[in-house]
């Protein structure tokens, strides 16, 4: 799964973080040359993947971003430079601005949607329920299917002939048939369920963790106090699990910028694009109409919308380390 | 840790020099080996695999010691196989022969940018001049010399409808849309959803305006469509959209949840009367068991009478071949009567070659082969013959919008944008 690095525990808040506390400090005592010597060999060993990832990840994104500026539309390699125009003729195209319609309100419902759930979840199973563990497997368990799996079945589930509408029928709730992502209007939102189902578990993993981070006293010290539980939560507990809500958010928050699987398997495209995401709109430009520059224009677009969540995100943990 | 920092370091570079070795010694192996074959396509599963296999085991046959390599990528109309072979021929990494439809993705994508091999020598040689109809090498040839071998020829035009359904309201397969619309009707007052469709693929839909277009313009003036002569402006094709505006309001409502095949399923369920499909949906109803003329009926899709859109898959011969003289032996047995005989009732298509033995074909393909031998054949744009694909993915994507919004001003003004950016119309 991707974007597991950046599940690094939050470092700023005390509380949540004395469960995960960073080992002592190294004695400063150590002779100078050793020091270099461990450098030296640090440095090589992670010289190999420097190197790999100065290629594979930087090299191909500053390559990308040069065919993006090129004339490359056609299946014969074209690099003379063009400007802008490949993002120009992008922002005109109607398919490309009902995309990025749908990523805001994708990511928006999504983030809302598994925020939510996820929350609840951890609130209910940190109540010392009986069977915690079986639950907790149970709700995290989505998380482990691959998203062409997942969105298949979801397919299928919300099929307006088959599936869930049949289940409403049997149960005699047949007002509440719907077309689902058959209807432009809402199409969007069958996508948002079955990503939520898939994701709110692991929502509720982080928060249940930030949950058992909390000291004890806390809760105690609000009791005596007079709070009622709502208060606590409200005024306390969820304070707390701020730095938790923004690691989710940024987890979450990149995997819906540049989702493709979930949907390419469970809608495409969608009725009138309804569903259509950009990272569809990249593969079928690139691999189906070799519009390669146009494809590495929609590509750059990806990484800005997701940079401008992940870099902020980066900067701020940097300093509460150096801070650290 | 002096020591320990030398061994580790020692270590790491028997682990580079190791992996050279066996990097090495696995291209050794590659180049030592010889007498293989590497066929392409999409031909995963049904008829299609089987129909592949036949022609597999002619080859094993006739040129003994060759291991074939069957290089398969699932997905329907081939739209996730083109893009790996997109992905193995830019990186120079060709399959020996790849399956494509002759026309435009032949040429436009692979021979004029100098991926292919002239096969004027193997049609000499091989005296297929005489066997293939001239139509149809135009279509696989650029600048008079073909470029691939057709294996056989599919039928994009076709009206199918139940027997049952039509029989038992006394009606009769629609010569014209005025016909459709009147029978639609009827269905339609009878409770019958009267037209099948499933687009969740989008091409589906866009195939269904094809043969509208086909319809409303005629032989003469769908052609020009793709030379610039017919104007995507003009009348014509506003009136094709009008129809299928009009069309789309027969039309099962979860349509944007099914696929071709789905929307076929319909027919054997009752679910509905007629769909508008490629004549692979006669290889999907065999496969459940109807006949032709018994269970189902079939006619030229509305206005098309005297037309053939023909969708061909041929196979050709990439310049950096492996193994070249292999390849050009499968050409050989993939333009042969006895390989086409062998593959195309399995496959559920008609020969590309005139000579076929009728018999060994059902009722629908023998007057499908008639057909191709009397009609106008007028290439697919949706299955790759007709226009370039970057013209073929953005004509989806303009019909997939008009199905829901039913713009014809703004679908009108888009497809002449398209022409015009693939260099089609001035």
Not at chain 1, 49 to 54: K, N, T
Not at chain 2, 110 to 135: N, R
């Amino acid at each position: 799964m991707p974007g597991q690095e950046l599940l690094a525990p939050p470092r700023n808040s005390a509380n949540v973080a004395t469960t995960i506390a960073p080992g002592p400090a190294r004695p400063s005592t150590l002779a100078r040359p050793r020091i270099r010597r461990d450098s030296v060999l640090s440095a090589l060993i992670v010289l190999p993947s420097v190197v790999a990832v100065g290629v594979f990840v930087y090299g191909f994104i500053g390559w990308t971003a040069y065919v993006a500026l090129s004339g490359w539309n056609s299946f014969v390699p074209d690099l003379s430079f063009v400007g802008l125009r490949n993002f120009a003729e992008l922002f005109q195209s109607p398919r490309f601005q009902i995309d990025l319609r749908n990523t805001v309100i994708f990511t928006v419902a999504f983030l809302a949607g598994c925020l939510g759930i996820g929350l609840l979840l951890a609130v209910l199973l940190d109540q010392r329920v009986r069977g915690e563990a079986l639950f907790r497997n149970i709700y995290l368990f989505p998380m482990s299917i691959s998203f062409i799996v997942s969105g298949t079945v979801w397919q299928w589930l919300l099929n307006p002939s088959t599936g869930v509408n049949l289940l409403l029928e049997a149960a005699g709730l047949g007002r509440l048939r719907s077309p689902w992502f058959t209807d432009p209007k809402i199409a969007i939102y069958s996508v948002v369920i079955a990503a939520v189902w898939q994701l709110s578990g692991f929502t509720m993993a982080m928060y249940l963790a930030g949950l058992r981070g909390i000291a004890e006293e806390l809760r105690e010290a609000a009791r005596v106090d007079g709070a009622s539980d709502w208060q606590m939560y409200r005024h306390i507990i969820l304070p707390l699990l701020n730095p938790i809500t923004l690691s989710a958010v940024i987890v979450l928050g990149h995997i819906s910028l540049k989702i493709f699987d979930l949907v390419f398997a469970m809608t495409g495209s969608g009725p009138a694009f309804s569903t259509d995401v950009p990272g569809i709109f990249m593969f079928e430009t690139t691999f189906r109409g070799n519009r390669f520059a146009e494809g590495a224009a929609i590509a750059i677009i990806m990484l800005l919308m997701v940079a401008v969540v992940v870099i902020p995100y980066l900067v701020w943990s940097t300093r509460a380390e150096a801070a650290e | 840790m002096r020591m320990r920092g030398r061994k580790t370091t020692a270590a790491l570079a028997a682990v580079a020099i190791a992996a050279v070795l066996v990097l090495t010694s696995g291209v050794g192996l590659q180049a030592g080996a010889a007498r293989k074959l590497e066929i392409f396509s999409w031909w995963t599963a049904g008829g299609e695999a089987d129909g592949l296999n036949a022609m597999f085991e002619i080859y094993k046959k006739r040129f003994p010691g060759v291991e074939i390599i069957n290089a398969t990528v699932a997905g329907g109309a081939g739209t996730n196989a083109k893009a790996v072979l997109k992905t193995r021929m830019q990186g120079g990494d060709p399959p020996d022969s790849f399956q494509v439809h002759g026309g435009e993705e032949l040429s436009a994508t692979w021979v004029v940018t100098g991926f292919m091999e002239s096969l004027a020598d193997l049609y000499k040689s091989e005296g297929w001049a005489s066997v293939y109809p001239k139509d149809l090498v135009t279509i696989v040839s650029y600048k008079g010399a073909p470029y691939s071998v057709p294996v056989n020829v599919h039928r994009g035009n076709v009206l199918w409808y139940s027997k049952k359904i039509f029989d038992e309201n006394n009606l009769k397969a629609p010569a014209t849309w005025e016909e459709f619309f009147k029978v639609a009707d009827t269905l339609k007052a009878k409770g019958i959803a009267p037209l099948a469709l499933g687009d969740k693929n989008k091409w589906e839909a866009a195939h269904l305006f094809e043969d509208i277009l086909l319809g409303t313009l005629g032989a003469a003036g769908y052609r020009g469509l793709w030379t610039g002569k017919t104007s995507w402006s003009g009348d014509g094709v506003k009136k094709a959209l009008g129809a299928y505006a009009r069309i789309l309001s027969y039309v099962n409502t979860d349509h944007a949840a099914g696929t071709w095949d789905s929307a076929t399923q319909m027919l054997i369920d009752r679910k509905a009367a007629m769909t508008i499909m490629g004549d692979w949906a006669a290889g999907y109803f065999t496969s459940k068991g109807w006949k032709a003329n018994v269970d189902y009926g079939f006619a030229p899709a509305p206005g098309t009478g005297g037309t053939f859109v023909v969708v061909t898959d041929t196979f050709g011969l990439p310049k950096k071949a492996p193994h070249r003289a292999e390849a050009l032996n499968w050409l050989k047995v993939a333009g042969s009567k006895e390989g086409q005989e062998a593959f195309n009732p399995l496959k559920g298509s008609i020969c590309a070659r005139t000579d076929c033995d009728l018999n060994k074909f059902d009722a629908y393909l023998k007057s499908s082969a008639a057909d191709f031998k009397q009609n106008a054949l007028v290439p697919s744009e949706v299955h790759g013959s007709a226009a370039p694909e970057g013209f073929a993915t953005v004509f989806n994507d303009i019909v997939n919008l008009f199905v829901t919004n039913k713009n014809a001003a703004a679908a009108q003004s888009a497809l002449a944008k398209a022409c015009k950016d693939n260099k089609m119309c001035m």
